[in-house]
């Protein structure tokens, strides 16, 4: 079947108020183009979930589309903070966001729960630590072999997760390459998948390699074609991380009023990732694009 | 620049850090200082270092340096990349580390690191990054340093909040909370070295030359305890230096 379609169509069909949302991605693969377009749709109320909340859910903080956070992690990778995030919860604030914290292996553990069809997952973790005490969820049980105790995690099934990847054929069959993150994980634990790509494939490319498809066809509900749809983030072996760009965010996002204006112009003011994509400086995608640094083929043979 | 012969607070401790990692040593790399570190003991004495990263890059050799946890240049030439669900699980909570490294907005007496909170948990003054993987670390790592520069803001005598648990938690030590690792080594910082004792307490064991006992101790926010033979621990020499300005960090992104 034909999955295809634009991000807007992709987004207004998936994304409502109050659902539960995933954009994946562990500083690579991050689907900067569908975030803008929930930005623009006007969603309201979201959960949004990620181990790693970055630059572009701190961009659905600052636009009003996110009630709660559940995450593990939340800064600007490598540079500082998430200024909008820091604005919302820290001790002057009015509109506090909700949070819900985990450790990276806590919030992967209730992913790989809800992808298995368990209720929730073990982990040899959180003894001595705080994070189990101001976080319910987080809970113990006794092993019923060794006796030992283990904390556990529930189960989290995200209404919406959008996997970004380097190809997928039109039924959403999806490569990955490079940092693999929790895309898997994300996408079997979701109710519902949209795969967004930089390259549309004919089904045969896929079957060719088959070893390296992580999210299968079956569980993907929208296909989108939107190459340089991760800008500022990576895609390996398409292009490089936007550096400059992650640090510049930093002083504008660090002012409610640089920060609006930013939105305005790159997210409002634009109608989809073509017209970001042409906001950008001139030559700039050409310096990020990705040297080739091609594998051996492998023989799947029989 | 690379010629000032002077070393740098962060010089020395990228340099003090990396005579803690042994040829072969797995090491659950963080970035910034750690790196640095990671990579200027396989440039030097550990040529075999083995290095994980969190995001996925096992046995990564990055030819330059990584500017995040997951950088593209991690994927390059590395031996695997796997999944995270992998690392954690399969490396980290296996007991496979023996080496992790971690920093933080502050650290007590009993190695406790905070990353989450200054101020209240409900109503922070400060609403830090959170855990990541650090807790895990923490919990799992055989050895675990940690790299801290000293102050009486963040060697604390109680954290705010217990991010990645050290040797005692609420007065519960390690074993008692049946923790697997191995617990914090030692503290690097830009003052000097701080080891544990037999209770899992800080003691200061090393001061970088010029620095004296009580100095470190007027940077402490607790009542530091000095080691009865304090060691005056070296310095980087001119081709550290200049391995560290000009190979590894010319961009001087943490130095």
């Known amino acids: 079947m034909d999955k295809r379609c634009s991000m807007r169509e992709a987004i207004s069909a998936s994304v409502k108020d109050g659902s539960s949302i995933v954009i994946d991605g562990f500083t690579h693969l991050i689907c900067f183009a569908a975030g803008h377009e929930i930005i623009r749709q006007g969603v309201k109320d979201l959960t949004a979930i990620r181990l790693t909340p970055d630059l572009v859910y701190d961009q659905l903080i600052e636009a009003g589309a996110v009630k709660k956070l559940v995450f593990s992690w939340a800064g600007n990778p490598g540079v500082g903070s998430l200024h909008a995030l820091r604005r919302r919860s820290e001790a002057s604030s009015t509109e506090r966001l909700e949070l819900e914290e985990y450790s990276h292996f806590g919030l992967l553990s209730r992913f790989l729960a809800a992808s298995a069809g368990l209720p929730f997952w073990p982990l040899d973790n959180y003894q001595g630590a705080d994070i189990a005490r101001v976080n319910p969820a987080i809970k113990t049980v006794r092993c019923p072999y060794t006796d030992r105790e283990l904390a556990t995690v529930p189960a989290l099934h995200p209404d919406v997760a959008i996997i970004h990847c380097q190809r997928a054929d039109m039924e959403g069959n999806a490569q990955v390459w490079g940092l693999l993150g929790s895309q898997k994980e994300v996408a079997f634990a979701a109710r519902k998948v949209i795969v967004v790509a930089e390259q549309i494939v004919p089904t045969e490319v896929i079957r060719k390699d088959p070893n390296r498809t992580l999210v299968p066809g079956i569980i993907v509900s929208h296909v989108v074609h939107e190459p340089w749809g991760c800008h500022p983030s990576f895609v390996q072996g398409f292009h490089d991380r936007d550096n400059d760009f992650y640090v510049k965010w930093e002083d504008i996002s660090r002012k409610p009023e640089t920060y609006r204006a930013w939105l305005e112009e790159f997210v409002y003011g634009v109608k989809d990732r073509q017209g970001y994509l042409a906001k950008l400086e001139t030559g700039l995608l050409d310096t990020l694009r990705a040297k080739a640094r091609v594998c051996e083929g492998v023989d799947y043979g029989y | ?255």
């Open chain 2, 1 to 255: 620049m690379g010629t000032e012969s002077v070393s740098t607070a962060s010089e020395r401790m990228a340099w003090r850090a990396a005579q803690e990692l042994h040829d072969g040593d797995v090491v659950f790399v963080g970035i910034g200082l750690p790196n640095l570190a990671c990579n200027l003991a396989r440039a030097t004495h550990a040529p075999g270092l083995f290095m994980i990263y969190e995001s996925g890059a096992v046995g990564a050799i990055p030819e330059r340096l990584p500017v995040s946890i997951g950088d593209p240049s991690l994927v390059t030439d590395s031996l695997a990349v796997v999944g995270q669900a992998d690392i954690f699980q399969c490396l980290l909570q296996r007991g496979l580390i023996e080496v992790g490294f971690l920093g933080g907005a502050q650290v007590d007496r009993w190695g406790n690191i905070n990353t989450t909170v200054i101020g209240d948990y409900a109503n922070p003054k400060v609403r830090l990054p959170g855990s990541g993987g650090a807790c895990e670390i923490a919990v799992h790592a055989r050895r675990l340093l940690i790299v801290m520069r000293m102050g009486k803001r963040t060697f604390v005598e109680k954290c705010d909040f217990i991010t990645s648990p050290g040797h005692r938690m609420n007065g519960k030590t390690r074993a008692e909370l049946g923790l697997p690792g191995g617990g914090p080594t030692r503290i690097i910082t830009d003052l000097g070295v701080l080891d544990f004792d037999a209770t899992g307490e800080a003691v200061l064991s090393e001061v970088y030359p010029g620095v004296t006992s009580d100095q470190v101790r007027a940077a402490c926010g607790w009542p530091l305890r000095v080691a009865d033979s304090v060691r005056t621990t070296g310095e980087p020499d001119t081709s550290v230096l200049s391995l560290l300005r000009e190979r590894l960090d010319p961009q001087r992104l943490y130095l």
